[in-house]
């Protein structure tokens, strides 16, 4: 990285299904580009890179599921390594701020918590996977399961329920205690958004846990922000 590039910045969003990322990470890299003028690079896991997005497909048809919650974070884990080494750090590297779509907080709730893998397991994986790589800031879309399958199903428009949206309710319900233990634990890296509040509220909650850790990426709401505000009315509620 150059010494005048500016340090690359790490966000990852996390929640149960339905909770709205997509979207409002849709949302955040418009109003980053518009009021930093930062590259922003938009991602999500499993994929990101050719091989991860293959790696991805195979996980959600439920193809390592007979093989139990191990084999299914090894290969979390192995399009994690691929997707880091190819697209975010070089990404980091040259200043970019990256938004991620899960990252390894999801292999701990889906596969630890709510799957019942030992967390000395995926303490392991973490090591040897993350290395010295950790988000500066996640940002955990916290609402009640039945709300978020409710957005999942509609979303999917009669398409049948991937691998992890047909678990039962109780799994999901674990998933959203996991998501919160892991924020209750790292306080300084996590903030907890109210999923359940219209997008443009959980919007301005995102954007002021932004402008509280870097004011010089994104000011206070109504210091640069109005013309980016202005063109979320009218839109619809998006899961």
């Known amino acids: 990285m150059s010494s005048d590039a500016p340090r690359g910045v790490f966000i990852t969003f996390e929640g149960g299904e339905g909770a709205g990322k997509s979207t409002q990470i849709a949302r955040l890299a418009e109003t980053l580009r518009t009021v930093s003028g930062r590259e922003v690079v938009t991602t999500r896991e499993p994929g990101g890179t050719d091989r991860a997005e293959a790696l991805r497909a195979a996980l959600l048809r ?14 979390f884990a192995a399009a994690r390594i691929d997707h880091i080494e190819n697209l975010i750090s070089p990404a980091l590297s040259r200043g ?3 938004l991620c779509d899960r990252f390894s907080d999801s292999t701990r709730a889906y596969q630890g918590a709510a799957g019942g893998l030992d967390p000395a397991l995926i303490d392991s994986l973490e090591r040897v996977t993350l290395e010295d790589l950790r ?27 991937d691998r992890f949206e047909a678990e039962g309710m109780r799994f999901h319900e674990r998933l959203r205690t996991a998501f919160r233990g892991i924020a209750e634990a790292e306080p300084e890296r996590c903030r907890v958004i109210d999923a359940d509040l219209g997008p443009d509220a959980v919007e301005a909650a995102i954007a002021a846990a932004i402008a509280a850790r870097w004011p010089d990426l994104l000011p206070a709401a109504g210091e640069g922000q109005g013309e980016v505000g202005k063109e979320r009315e009218g839109q619809g509620h998006a899961a």
């Open 96 to 98: 970019a701020i990256v």
């Open 135 to 161: 988000p500066d800031l996640t940002l955990i879309l916290d609402l009640p399961p039945e709300a978020g399958l409710a957005r999942a199903q509609r979303r999917g428009a009669g398409e049948p329920a």
């Open 62 to 75: 439920g193809v390592a599921k007979p093989y139990g919650p191990f084999a299914e974070a090894l290969m």
